[in-house]
């Protein structure tokens, strides 16, 4: 072989040598990027199923429920956030896409403040739904009915309805009010949070809200680094906690001190969430199975009315947020807990034909009795879909 051969040799062999080594070095971004789509694809099924709920029983909502219909709009923001496809955007974007059609379909006060029924803890999710509305769209309008929104709560939920603190679910002449509710008040945390970083103004303001708030859920909830109990009972000295573990309890938890965190670089929210999120994912306190798939009390028998189907979907989104925040949290067990679950409703929870996920993740699935527990349980699973696809984004 001649010298000029030699090196040619040489350099050929060179340049396989550094390709080979590029294309190994990048299969495993390619695995992950598939992966991604895979959760994306499935995540956008749901969605083509999920809009065949919209504008029944009437225009700019999913469901009857008001707070289901909220859900369904945080579920499409959050992925919005991430997620400029055409597919989507179709469906979000623009004066007739959900976004601004939801909105202008609401009834609202002289105020301002959307008052489509006397519960304080359905317009605190719409509260939540709007902001991440008006981060992925920058139109002023949903952040003010946000704000408007959190205002009025404020302004009638007064200390003297809860004797043993926190906040009421709703108006005193609500026929179903519950006084000290577990999730109105740390939905009212996650909100005041929330609007404390997109009005600079009034933050501190926004910031002490959520603090006293907190306080109270520290104080009376959030027992053995984990939330428990729906609400206090009685009165003092004598306020009783029936210690329930309900899933959206928790994932609004995660949420309220993640904005919590954002709101006031104070690490040490998430050092609570972290320790929450660990427990939760520890599979003792009944809401998940023995194979990690998360589950409510009402699903074995298949007993979840409209409210409780929905359930879970949150608390999948409260753990994405977390995982968003301190990837590292719950010893890095987030990401695949999101992505095994979202495996189980696509593979055991998924009507054939329709794509209509239902409300056993572990499956099999079983249709709802009515549209609105139909609905419940399919937009609680697409959630978890979506949550699955920002993990591995």
């Known amino acids: ?73 945080t579920l499409l923001a959050d992925l919005r956030a991430k997620d400029s496809s055409s597919f989507l955007t179709s469906i979000t974007d623009g004066p007739n896409g959900v976004f601004k059609h ?27 739904a709007l902001v991440k509305t008006y981060d992925v769209t920058k139109d002023s309008s949903f952040l003010k009915t946000a704000n408007d929104s959190f205002n009025a709560i404020t302004l009638n939920d007064k200390p003297s309805n809860n004797p043993c603190g926190g906040l009421a679910n709703a108006y005193p002449s609500e026929k179903y009010l519950v006084k000290s509710s577990t999730i109105a008040t740390v939905l009212y945390v996650e909100a005041a949070a929330l609007l404390a970083t997109r009005y600079p103004a009034q933050k501190t303001y926004f910031i002490n809200q959520a603090k006293t708030q907190w306080s109270w859920i520290t104080q009376n909830i959030l027992i053995d680094g984990i939330m428990q109990g729906d609400a206090l009972t009685g009165s003092p000295p004598s306020c009783g906690n029936n ?35 660990t427990k939760l994912l520890s599979g003792k306190y009944g809401m998940m199975d023995n194979n990690k798939i998360a589950q409510e009390f009402c699903d074995n028998d298949l007993s979840c009315n409209p409210d409780t189907a929905q359930f879970k979907g949150i608390m999948m989104r409260g753990l994405r947020t977390l995982r968003d925040a301190k990837p590292s949290a719950a010893g890095g067990q987030i990401k695949s807990f999101l992505t095994k679950n979202a495996d189980s409703i696509w593979a055991n929870s998924r009507q054939s034909g329709t794509n209509l996920l239902g409300q056993k993740w572990a499956g099999p699935f079983a249709l709802g009795s009515s549209q609105a527990l139909q609905l419940s349980s399919h937009s609680s699973a697409t959630m978890a879909l979506v949550e699955a696809a920002l993990a591995n984004m």
């Open 243 to 277: 210690h329930a573990f309900l899933t959206y309890i928790e994932g609004v938890a995660l949420q309220a001190l993640v904005a919590l965190y954002h709101a006031t670089n104070d690490a040490s929210y998430l050092t609570t969430a972290d320790t929450l999120a």
């Open 1 to 73: 072989m001649t010298r000029n051969s030699f090196t040619m040799f040489f350099n050929n062999l060179l340049t396989s040598s550094l390709l080979l080594a590029a294309t190994a070095s990048a299969l495993p971004a390619e695995v992950e990027r598939r992966a991604t789509n895979q959760y994306l694809t499935n995540s956008h099924t749901a969605i083509t199923e999920l809009q065949t709920f919209y504008n029944s029983p009437r225009p700019g909502f999913w469901s009857a429920g008001w707070w289901n219909t909220a859900n369904c709009l």
């Open 102 to 128: 939801t909105l202008n379909n609401q009834n609202k006060d002289s105020t301002g403040a959307l008052a489509w029924d006397d519960f304080f803890d359905d317009q605190l999710w719409w509260v939540v």
